[in-house]
């Protein structure tokens, strides 16, 4: 049971390149989210999916996309980079609302410089 | 919106000493406010949670207060650390419903030893 899995850990991006920032859980948990986290600003909402198939817009959407084809994995893609999208970023997840222990689960992290 | 504030940002104790962390939320149908330890490099992990129907709640050195009347609560840590040095946040959500957790700004916690 490894938990929330991200990656890559670190990347350095040139502003208007793209890329794929990938988390996957095996805790069977139908909830999965992105966070960003920046100094001063704790974590804020991206993007967030309640199951399969479905996602919703969190706080700070724009320039990122996401899917959640399976219940285990949550790809964040960041569509065209800018420097404001240096970041720390978490995946997260958490069994439905209600059910007993109904804990976030963080990645460890993944940090990303757009340069 | 929602809007949860956390207090002080950086905090420094000497090994030994109390801390305290105290946060306040806007959104009265909050019911259930976790606190997650953030250590350098590492996720946030979970540490302790309060729910809505319960004033106080105890765990070896860490205790969280809740006043639903006034939409404060608070993390309190006795007898200090040098490991106990990470950033805290607090966090405020309804329980049922959608993924609308808000959280804190957070707090760096220095123990000196």
């Known amino acids: 049971n490894a938990g929330v899995t991200q990656t890559p850990k670190f990347q350095v991006l040139k502003t208007g390149q793209s890329m794929t920032l990938q988390c996957a859980q095996d805790m069977n948990h139908e909830y999965m989210s992105w966070y960003r986290q920046d100094p001063g600003m704790g974590l804020r909402l991206i993007h967030y999916?309640?199951?399969?198939?479905?996602?919703d817009q969190g706080e700070v959407p724009n320039g990122y996309n996401v899917s959640r084809s399976t219940t285990e994995d949550f790809p964040l893609r960041l569509l065209s980079a800018a420097p404001s999208q240096t970041s720390v970023y978490f995946c997260?997840?958490?069994?439905?609302?209600?059910?007993?222990?109904?804990?976030?689960?963080f990645g460890e992290g993944s940090w990303l410089t757009v340069v | 919106g929602e809007n949860v504030e956390q207090h002080p940002s950086t905090l420094s104790v000497q090994e030994g000493d109390s801390a305290v962390i105290k946060c306040t939320y806007s959104d009265s149908a909050s019911n259930y406010f976790p606190w997650y330890k953030q250590e350098l490099g590492k996720g946030p992990q979970l540490i302790i949670d309060i729910r809505s129907n319960v004033g106080e709640k105890k765990d070896q050195r860490i205790a969280v207060t809740l006043n639903k009347t006034a939409k404060h609560f608070s993390l309190h840590i006795t007898e200090t650390q040098p490991e106990d040095s990470a950033v805290y946040f607090c966090?405020?959500?309804?329980?049922?419903?959608?993924?609308?957790?808000?959280f804190g700004a957070g707090t760096r916690l220095f123990v000196k030893a």
């Open positions: 999916s309640v199951g399969a198939g479905i996602t």
């Open positions: 997260a997840s958490r069994s439905r609302p209600g059910a007993i222990g109904n804990t976030i689960y």
């Open positions: 966090a405020a959500s309804i329980k049922t419903g959608g993924f609308k957790t808000i």
